[in-house]
């Protein structure tokens, strides 16, 4: 039981690249989340999905789009990366909502030059 | 709009004393609260999950409380070890949504 794992665990990227970051979880849970973690702001969610083929935005969804074509995948697209993208970004998962409890992935450190 | 603050942003104890850290949230609309734990470099583990109707959860060397109409939370920490260093991180669920907001941690140091 591997939880949550993402990949890649670091890059570094051009402004203007495109990159897509993948979550996947073994666990059997219905909602995955997309956070980016910056000093002095915390955690702030991107996008999250209550369901296989279903996206929501979060706080701070702009210049990102996600997918979740399988239960246990969900991607985090860059179409144009921009410096302020820089950040780690985190990805979580959980069984079924609120009421229970999140699991994080390891990060993935993403500098944008 | 929910707000989540830790107090204090830092905290250094020597081993073996007993510890607060302090959440508190702007709207006492919240379906759960939950505590995390971030080592550097590495993702957040969830250390407890309180309800909403719940007033407290302890695990091992560790209890959360919560009173949520005055928007509090606090994580008791017995006996502190140097292991024990890390961020820790409360977060709330409103009841509006399954979406956390989190707060910006406090930075625990226990010195040997």
């Known amino acids: 039981n591997a939880g949550v794992t993402q990949t890649p665990k670091f890059r570094v990227l051009k402004t203007g690249q495109s990159m897509t970051l993948l979550c996947a979880q073994d666990?059997?849970?219905?909602?995955m989340y997309w956070y980016r973690q910056d000093p002095g702001m915390g955690l702030r969610l991107i996008h999250y999905?209550?369901?296989?083929?279903?996206?929501a935005k979060g706080e701070v969804p702009d210049g990102y789009n996600v997918s979740r074509l399988k239960k246990q995948n969900f991607l985090l697209g860059l179409e144009s990366a921009a410096p302020s993208q820089t950040s780690v970004y985190f990805c979580?998962?959980?069984?079924?909502?609120?009421?229970?409890?999140?699991?994080f992935g390891p990060g993935t450190r993403l500098t944008v030059t | 709009k929910q707000e989540v603050t830790q107090i204090p942003a830092a905290l250094s104890v020597p081993e073996g004393e007993n510890l607060v850290l302090n959440c508190s949230f702007t709207?006492?609309?919240?379906?759960?609260l939950q505590w995390f734990r971030q080592d550097p470099g590495k993702g957040l583990t969830s250390l407890l999950l309180i309800q909403s109707s719940q007033r407290e959860q302890t695990s091992g060397r560790l209890n959360a409380s919560l009173d949520k109409s005055s928007g509090r939370s606090t994580l008791y920490i017995a006996a502190s070890q140097p292991g024990d260093s890390a961020t820790y991180l409360c977060a709330v669920v409103e009841t509006s949504g399954s979406r956390l907001t989190f707060g910006e941690g406090t930075q625990l140091t226990v010195n040997p």
């Open positions: 709207d006492s609309a919240i379906y759960n």
């Open positions: 979580a998962s959980s069984y079924w909502g609120g009421a229970y409890e999140q699991y």
């Open positions: 666990m059997n849970h219905e909602y």
């Open positions: 999905s209550v369901g296989e083929g279903t996206t």
